[in-house]
Structure formats: structure tokens, C-alpha cells
């Protein structure tokens, strides 16, 4: 089988493609496994890092160019993993661009999917971003989406359209509102979310880091490892344990930064966490303190979707996986 994930050069993309490639096979859909023959990654900046595998195809291009997307579906594909995005803060700081690729090139992956004779399985990353503004305390599986962010928006808007795609049997579509992720191994990137990995990566590693929000600042988390596990899985739900519902708020856990800079500090002492500063930053508040923190997702537990235990065991599965 082949499966194409866009976005496949990204930190989510490498990660899930490694665990593809490990794991051979996939049940696609519920249906008897096969074995993973292709697996296409397509990014407009080149895949670093990965094992050589006569199965990988890297596929230097833009999302937004449908003539080269076309292209590669032209080989049909089992699977679509959709986790191309332009992050947070970029999408809110850069709107033409975000609408760009956040939104219009995912319709336009859509259209081309619904032209193909065949009808994949399409994995879509999504996020929590998709709710803000005035909400209850818990956000349920029935919550509507108020997204108080353009990234937020675009994504709401895909989940939709994949949904309607869905339901009129153009694709198999599995919108997946990802929690906050954390700890990304690397350098901060631009999403609004960037310092929930930045207060445990950078002091874990003696390097000063900023922390741009109050301590008393809850977030919804899932580690890498989790979230990939959760892709998969997404690919292998049986089309009728969803039903007409294709979003799924993902399982996370509810932590302060506090919390977080307090498990940092039994793990790895005061000293490390002393290289944290706090600098409120009022561009980043204001869109993270619009996400809700606190979640009931019955749905994704129910369908057996997974979360970590607990905050150390976050930051340790990152020493291990991550750091020497
Ligand atoms: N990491 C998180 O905390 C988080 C949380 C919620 C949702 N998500 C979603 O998960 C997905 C993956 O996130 P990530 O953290 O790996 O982000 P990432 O930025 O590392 O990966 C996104 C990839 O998309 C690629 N891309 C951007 N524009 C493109 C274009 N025009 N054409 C082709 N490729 C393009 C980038 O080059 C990048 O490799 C994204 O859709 C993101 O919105 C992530």
C-alpha cells in the first residue's frame, strides 16, 4: 500500500513516517493489515534526519500548487496524512498566507481526492485552537467551535469541509483537534504554543528560555509519541465507528506551566529551572489564553484513542527519546 503524508518534512510528519515505516503494516480502515510498500512525504522543504528506506519517497513541493499535487496522486494512496499547516503565530501574523495553505490548498487537496477513482482514508491534523472565546468550563465532544485565531479558523473550516467530503463519500475523513504538543526536540518554532515546549527543552538542556505567559496558565497537552500513535490509529478506525461525525477532539491532559516548571524541577533540580524567565508577552497571551485547557473527550477515549499519564512522564519520554 502507499500512504502520502504532507507535511512530511515537519516534526509531526517525521515522526509518524518513522513509526509508519517501523511499524510495515497498516489495517487501513479496519480492514485485514498490508504492508506499507510506498510512503510518499511531501513538504516544501526537504525531509532531514530519516533512516534510508527504499520505501520513502520524498517529494519536494508546494501544497498550494495543484498541478504538483495532482502529480502525486496520480499513484493512488491508501492513505493521506494532511498535516501541512502554517502554524499559529505565522497564520496570525501573516493572514494571506495562512488562508493560503491553512485553508484554500486544503480544499484544493480535497477536490483532487474527490476526482480520484479511489476513495482514501485522509487523516487531517487539526487543533484545540478550533474552540475559544466564551466557552463553558469543559469543552465536550458536542462543543461548537468559536475560534478566536485565523489558524484556528482555517481549521475549522477544513474540518468541516472534510467532514461534508466525507459524508458525501468523496474521502474517509478523520479531523483529529490536536492538543498542544509538547516537548518538540529542535529549536522554538512560530506557533503561538512554541514556550510549552520551550520551559522544559531549552533549561533540560542549559540554555536560558522564555516563559511568556503568568504561571497560573493552564494548557491541554499530549506528548509526540502519544499523538502519533493517535494518527495511526485514526487510520485504522473502521469508517463505522464514526459515523457522520468526523471530528474528534483528541485525549490530552490539563497542566499549569507552574505544574509543569515544578515536575522540570523534581526531575531535574532548581537549577535547571532557574534558566527560565518570565517575560509576559501580550501577542502571544492573547491568543493561547483564548484556548480552553480543560477537555472531557469521551469520543476519542471511547474509540480508543490514547493520552499520557502524567506530566513526568512527558519529560522523561522526551529525555529519552531526545536528549543523551
Ligand atoms: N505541534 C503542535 O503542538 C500542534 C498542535 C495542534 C495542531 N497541530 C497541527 O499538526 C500539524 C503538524 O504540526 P507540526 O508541529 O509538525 O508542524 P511543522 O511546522 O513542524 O510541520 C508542518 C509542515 O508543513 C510544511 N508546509 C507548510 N507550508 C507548506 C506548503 N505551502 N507546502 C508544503 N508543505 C508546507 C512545513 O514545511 C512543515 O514541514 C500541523 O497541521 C499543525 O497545525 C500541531
Not at 463519500?169 to 515546549?197: H, M, Q, Y
Request: proline letters at 7%; hydrophobic letters at 45%; one cysteine or more.
Amino acid at each position: 500500500m502507499r500512504i502520502i503524508i504532507f507535511g512530511g518534512a515537519g516534526f509531526l510528519g517525521k515522526k509518524l513516517a518513522r513509526e509508519l515505516l517501523k511499524k510495515g503494516e497498516l489495517s487501513v480502515g479496519g480492514h485485514a493489515p498490508r504492508k506499507i510498500t510506498r510512503l510518499a512525504l511531501f513538504d516544501n522543504v526537504a525531509a532531514v534526519g530519516l533512516p534510508a528506506d527504499s520505501r520513502l519517497e520524498m517529494v519536494v513541493g508546494d501544497i498550494r500548487d495543484p498541478a504538483r499535487v495532482r502529480s502525486l496522486l496520480e499513484d493512488p494512496a491508501d492513505v493521506i496524512f494532511h498535516l501541512a499547516a502554517v502554524v499559529s503565530g505565522e497564520a496570525e501574523k501573516n493572514f494571506d498566507l495562512g488562508m493560503a495553505v491553512n485553508l484554500h490548498a486544503t480544499l484544493q487537496l480535497l477536490e483532487l481526492c474527490r476526482n480520484l477513482p479511489t476513495r482514501p482514508v485522509l487523516v487531517f491534523a487539526s487543533s484545540c485552537a478550533v474552540f475559544g472565546g466564551e466557552l463553558s468550563d469543559q469543552i465536550r465532544d458536542n462543543t461548537a467551535s468559536m475560534p478566536r485565531s485565523s489558524y484556528g479558523t482555517q481549521k475549522a473550516v477544513a474540518d468541516l469541509l472534510i467532514s461534508d467530503f466525507s459524508r458525501r463519500g468523496f474521502v474517509d475523513g478523520r479531523c483529529l483537534r490536536l492538543p498542544t504538543i509538547t516537548v518538540r526536540p529542535g529549536k522554538p518554532n512560530a506557533a503561538t504554543s512554541s514556550f510549552v515546549s520551550s520551559i522544559i527543552r531549552e533549561p533540560l538542556q542549559k540554555q536560558r528560555a522564555v516563559c511568556p505567559v503568568a504561571p497560573d496558565t493552564e494548557v491541554w497537552i499530549l506528548s509526540p509519541k502519544r499523538v502519533t500513535e493517535n494518527f495511526i490509529h485514526a487510520a485504522q478506525l473502521p469508517a463505522d465507528a464514526l459515523g457522520a461525525n468526523r471530528m474528534i477532539n483528541l485525549p490530552g491532559i490539563t497542566t499549569s506551566v507552574a505544574e509543569m516548571v515544578r515536575v522540570l524541577e523534581a526531575i531535574a533540580g532548581p537549577e535547571t529551572t532557574a534558566l527560565i524567565d518570565w517575560i509576559p508577552d501580550p501577542f502571544i497571551q492573547s491568543i493561547v489564553l483564548t484556548w480552553p485547557p480543560h477537555f472531557e473527550p469521551t469520543r476519542a477515549l471511547e474509540l480508543g484513542f490514547h493520552r499520557d499519564e502524567s506530566m513526568r512522564e512527558i519529560i522523561e519520554a522526551f529525555m529519552e527519546e531526545e536528549l543523551d
